[in-house]
């Protein structure tokens, strides 16, 4: 198959959370899950962000002038809040719907986003960059992993970044991340993971060394049940975090 045969979107996917988006926004929702996810990801991205520019993470708005692309960024959970740190973010989501109930929200929100019903390689095509790639629990979603990642890759800036977050295929993580959140405490909506196309950390890094970017961090997230709140982890058996940069030019 030619590259530009090739697609990242996955259709049953995008069905699946179009059908579920009037409840991005709702915090006791189908995407409660990610609203308590919402404060380690957003601390991480912040910190590390802060890091890597040179900038002080308490500050109001530490991220101001950088460019920061939120993928397949859903109902805007991610998005708003960066965009509140300063950034310039544009949220990119294949699902007509979701952009919608984005806009919407971030409209009544006093919020600006460049919210776009777009996929990757639409944006890599028409030649937008980023000094930011945030690429949260998507690519268990995706066509294709390898395509999908390249292609995000390709759009950052040089001494830019790249986050990933998403699920590890292991059995641990079909036990709990699958098993438990879908059937026993009824987190997820059945049937919004599938086993196989959980990605190891492995099969996530290599497209993205290929694509020449180093990682610089991987952690491991987990959820604390006495503290009712995700922390970061070195055990990355179930779900964890991965970033990357290229390097500067010269």
């Not at 959370?17 to 308590?36: D, N, Q, V, Y």
């Not at 920061?68 to 959970?77: A, E, K, N, P, T």
Request: aromatic share 8%.
């Amino acid at each position: 198959m030619s590259e530009t045969a090739q697609t990242t979107v996955d259709q049953s996917e995008v069905d699946r959370f179009s059908a579920m988006a009037a409840e991005w926004w709702s915090p006791t929702g189908k995407f409660r899950p990610l609203h308590k996810f919402n404060p380690v990801r957003l601390e991480y991205i912040r910190n590390r962000v802060c890091e890597n520019f040179g900038r002080d993470p308490k500050t109001h708005r530490p991220l101001e002038g950088l460019r920061v692309l939120d993928i397949g960024c859903g109902g805007g959970l991610l998005s708003e809040p960066v965009a509140r740190m300063g950034a310039d973010v544009v949220g990119a989501d294949p699902s007509e719907k979701n952009i919608g109930i984005a806009s919407t929200h971030a409209r009544e929100s006093g919020v600006n986003v460049d919210y776009r019903a777009v996929t990757a390689e639409q944006l890599q095509e028409a030649g937008e960059t980023f000094d930011v790639i945030l690429n949260m629990e998507v690519v268990e979603h995706v066509a294709n992993v390898d395509f999908f990642v390249t292609t995000c890759a390709k759009m950052v800036r040089p001494g830019g970044l790249m986050f990933a977050a998403t699920i590890n295929r292991t059995l641990k993580a079909r036990a709990l991340a699958i098993f438990a959140a879908e059937n026993v405490l009824r987190w997820l909506p059945r049937g919004t993971h599938q086993y196989e196309k959980l990605v190891r950390p492995e099969e996530l890094e290599r497209p993205i060394v290929a694509s020449g970017m180093d990682i610089i961090h991987r952690t491991g997230v987990f959820y604390n049940v006495l503290q009712d709140r995700w922390n970061l982890s070195p055990d990355m058996d179930v779900n964890y975090m991965m970033l990357a940069k290229r390097p500067a030019e010269g």
